[in-house]
């Protein structure tokens, strides 16, 4: 359980620097609502997913711990990748001329997560745990 609070928390770090550098980056009034996290940032094609998936009740790996660190590894890969994927969108809704440095400073911050996730784990960089 402490892992997915850890994860929870690493997504909405991603997510508060992409929508906060668009708001420190934006001189529109309306641009800091916009930024806001929440469904909006979601792809349709996940969001509609998303809602198949809740309908159901929650799925019973939800309630499982990772037994290994092989699990954990491939679970944190995936939370990280998924508050980038949400970011990156947040990126896009935003205006145009400050898309490029949004988009680094969410490629950035994953970097970091990922350098952080893969000291945590004992994982050399470009190494493949499948």
Known sequence: MKHQAAMKHIAAALLAAAAGFATA????AAAP???QSNDAMVAPAAASKQAREI???????WHREDATATER?????????????EA???CRQGP?????????AAQDTWKEE???ARAEAGVKAGTQTR
């Open 25 to 28: 980056q934006s001189t529109d």
């Open 33 to 35: 609502a916009a930024q």
């Open 55 to 61: 309908a159901q009740g929650d799925p019973a790996r």
């Open 73 to 85: 590894w491939r679970t944190r890969q995936k939370e990280i990748g998924a508050a980038l994927d």
């Open 88 to 90: 990156k969108n947040a």
């Open 96 to 104: 145009a001329a400050e898309r490029q440095g949004c988009l680094k």
């Open 114 to 116: 990922m350098a952080t």
